[in-house]
């Protein structure tokens, strides 16, 4: 019921793009911390952006300069607009969000696929 929700994913060429969106439950106060995190297939979940309650982001190296992430307070959403994709990109990507208690929920995932 307070699960984030991501829509979005899908199957794109390469060089496409694609922009997730991932809203929170209405009933998640204060939240603090907003971002994005993925797991291409055999590997670990890695952060891919994050975004503060002051605005500040971060992003990781590979795609940065590519992906950009913004948030909407009023909605509880965080977005993730990806261009340039690549094959590399392909993985599930999950939102997650913090609150200012500590608090953090995990989206369900969404799946990415770039092909070449």
């Known amino acids: 019921q307070v699960q984030p929700v991501e829509s979005g994913g899908g199957l794109v060429q390469a060089g496409g793009s694609l922009r997730l969106s991932c809203e929170a439950s209405?009933?998640?106060?204060?939240?603090?911390?907003m971002a994005w995190y993925r797991q291409p297939p055999g590997k670990r979940r890695g952060v891919v952006a994050s975004?503060?309650?002051?605005?500040?982001?971060y992003y990781a190296d590979f795609v940065k300069g590519r992906f950009t992430i913004s948030r909407d307070n009023a909605k509880n959403t965080v977005y993730l607009q990806m261009n340039n994709l690549k094959p590399e990109d392909t993985a599930v990507y999950y939102c997650?969000?913090?609150?200012?208690?500590?608090?953090?929920?995990w989206g369900q995932g969404t799946q990415v696929t770039v092909s070449s």
């Open positions: 209405s009933n998640i106060f204060r939240i603090n911390t």
């Open positions: 975004i503060s309650s002051y605005g500040g982001t």
């Open positions: 997650n969000i913090l609150t200012t208690s500590r608090d953090y929920y």
